[in-house]
């Protein structure tokens, strides 16, 4: 069996949908209009955010990037659009909880970020961050370890999609090893972003290392993979991991 069949052999689908509710709160998307590549519109947001509900989340912990040399967020503008979005859902009669941080991108001015702080963070002083999708910085674990020393959790977001790590799988385990919580993306299990990103995500999944699930949710696209994705056996042992800790939150 070639290696593009075995990548797309489908798992047998549940007969009943994976209940989301179970998860209670959502830590990844991009829903404060305008601000990044997420949500367009606060009628966007509003949308999304509502079917999340529909699917079961109680809270949305929302993410935009901030990006030194593209998506230039600071703290004050993310709380600004944070308390938008809440006013909107609060006047549309949304009832769900609502709060914002950053995913984070390890850059060349991150470590000032650091160092000026406090950035945003969720939980238990849990701190997303992104890297770049062509090559992992050379001082990832200086910045891990300098995170660590300043009382910051890091979660590093979506792992299964950096493909340079995809033929050195001990590399997400080094990362465990160093403290660092890892969040999956649902879609990933769909194969939304390659068939190599969702196997990995699979075998993360049997090895019990992931400590977060997110949406990533940037559109309507992905409320609607999300809506296949809960008939998915992989998503259903990533619910009943013991590691997974969205329900604490």
Excluded at 140 to 155: A, D, N, T
Excluded at 198 to 215: C, P
Excluded at 227 to 249: Q, W
């Amino acid at each position: 069996m070639g290696l593009f069949n075995i990548f797309n052999k489908k798992h047998k689908r549940l007969s009943t949908p994976v209940d989301l509710s179970v998860l209670n709160t959502d830590i990844h998307s991009h829903f404060i209009p305008g601000i990044d590549d997420g949500a367009k519109t606060m009628e966007d947001s509003l949308m999304m955010i509502s079917e999340l509900q529909k699917l079961g989340y109680k809270k949305v912990i929302t993410s935009p990037h901030t990006m030194s040399d593209f998506y230039r967020n600071t703290t004050e503008i993310i709380l600004s659009g944070r308390d938008n979005v809440k006013q909107a859902l609060k006047e549309s009669e949304v009832n769900i909880e609502f709060d914002a941080i950053s995913e984070y991108y390890l850059d060349y001015d991150f470590e000032k970020k650091l160092d000026d702080g406090p950035l945003l963070t969720f939980g238990n002083n849990y701190l997303l961050f992104e890297i770049s999708y062509m090559n992992p910085p050379d001082n990832i674990y200086h910045i891990i370890f300098k995170m660590q020393l300043l009382g910051y959790k890091p979660v590093l977001a979506h792992p299964e999609r950096y493909n340079f790590w995809h033929k050195e799988f001990e590399k997400y385990e080094e990362f465990i090893d160093k403290g660092v919580l890892l969040q999956l993306n649902i879609n990933s299990l769909t194969g939304y972003y390659s068939p190599a990103t969702k196997k990995i995500a699979e075998q993360m999944i049997d090895k019990n290392m992931i400590s977060f699930v997110g949406t990533d949710c940037h559109h309507m696209g992905h409320i609607n993979l999300i809506k296949e994705v809960i008939y998915d056996p992989y998503l259903e042992k990533l619910i009943n991991s013991s590691t997974l800790l969205n329900k604490t939150l």
